[in-house]
């Protein structure tokens, strides 16, 4: 018997800037698992899906599964997801992202999303509890106000 949804892992870029991250005030969380990048030890994530800026929409079908996030700026994604391509992948469209983004090698997709953004999102998607998720997310009320959650 399930003691609850499936873990979520968050494979966090060394590289990434501490102070910039989303997602580490989420550290500690029962739910979730944050490792860094690159990956000494892949976990199995043979029921997982990933969340990806392609890929079949994240619906309340994949609500088993586990969730794989890559948290990184876009000008590693590549090398993160190619780490990861067995996993498959869901998306997210139709929202929009509070976080001020200005990336200097022109790399972030139009539909972009920070990282707790997209986690946030699929946790809603999948029936998951949110709480707690924003606490810590400074742009929290400009991002739920234009999704429409305010």
Same mark, same amino acid.
């Given at each position: 018997?399930?003691e609850?949804?499936?873990a979520?892992?968050?494979?966090?870029?060394s590289?990434e800037?501490?102070?910039?991250?989303s997602?580490?005030p989420?550290?500690?969380r029962?739910?979730?698992?944050i490792?860094n990048?690159?990956v000494?030890?892949?976990?199995?994530?043979t $029921?997982?899906?990933?969340l990806? &800026?392609?890929?079949?929409?994240l /619906?309340?079908?994949d609500a088993?599964?586990g969730?794989? !996030? #890559?948290d990184g700026?876009w000008?590693?994604?590549?090398v993160?997801?190619?780490?990861?391509?067995?996993?498959?992948?869901?998306?997210?469209?139709g929202?929009?992202?509070a976080?001020p983004?200005? $990336?200097?090698?022109?790399t972030? &997709?139009?539909h972009?999303?920070? /990282?707790?953004?997209?986690?946030?999102?699929?946790?809603? !998607? #999948?029936?998951?509890?949110t709480?707690g998720l924003l606490d810590?997310?400074?742009w929290?009320?400009e991002?739920l106000r234009?999704?429409?959650?305010?």
């Open positions: 018997m399930s609850g949804p499936p979520t892992i968050i494979v966090r870029h590289k800037n501490p102070r910039k991250c997602i580490l989420l550290r500690g029962p739910d979730i698992v490792v990048y690159p000494k030890q892949i976990p199995d994530l $029921s997982f899906v990933r990806a &800026p392609d890929g079949p929409e /619906s309340s079908a088993d599964r969730l794989l !996030v #890559l700026s000008r590693w994604a590549g993160m997801t190619r780490a990861f391509q067995d996993v498959p992948a869901r998306s997210l469209h929202y929009q992202t976080y983004r200005v $990336s200097k090698q022109g972030d &997709p139009g972009g999303l920070a /990282s707790v953004e997209a986690l946030y999102i699929a946790y809603r !998607v #999948l029936g998951r509890p709480e810590h997310y400074h929290r009320e991002f234009m999704n429409g959650w305010a």
